[in-house]
Nanobody, 120 residues
Framework: QVQLVESGGGLVQAGGSQRLSCAAS????????MGWYRQAPGKQRELVAS???????NYADSVKGRFTISRDNAKNTVYLQMNSLKPEDTAVYYC??????????????WGQGTQVSVSS
């Protein structure tokens, strides 16, 4: 198991930048994938970006070229650098860790979420 704590959210103007951090309670070196999801009011939670244990990344089309996900294994922390923010990026952002126990079974762990609000 792993506990995740997000930080770095807040209010920012459109066009601005913000960096989210997700601190894990244990080493993330062996965690198969970590990612950031977001959920806006009245909408489903969606994947924003993910990064695997070997550093492969994946981004939602809506954030490509603006957001960057990275991981620091020494600090057990995953980051989401968000640039050129838009009002539509406003949401609660959740950190996720996926641990694969076997070829057919994996488990997801979630942080408590951090609010990001972008004003126009």
């Amino acid at each position: 198991q792993v506990q995740l704590v997000e930080s770095g959210g807040g209010l920012v103007q459109a066009g601005g930048s913000q960096r989210l951090s997700c601190a894990a309670s244990r080493s993330i070196f062996s965690i198969n994938a970590m990612g950031w999801y977001r959920q806006a009011p009245g909408k489903q939670r969606e994947l924003v970006a993910s990064i695997t244990s070997v550093g492969s990344t994946n981004y939602a089309d809506s954030v490509k070229g603006r957001f960057t996900i990275s991981r620091d294994n020494a600090k057990n922390t995953v980051y989401l650098q968000m640039n050129s923010l838009k009002p539509e990026d406003t949401a609660v952002y959740y950190c996720n860790a996926r641990i694969a126990y076997s070829a057919t079974y994996s488990e997801d762990f979630w942080g408590q979420g951090t609010q990001v609000s972008v004003s126009s």
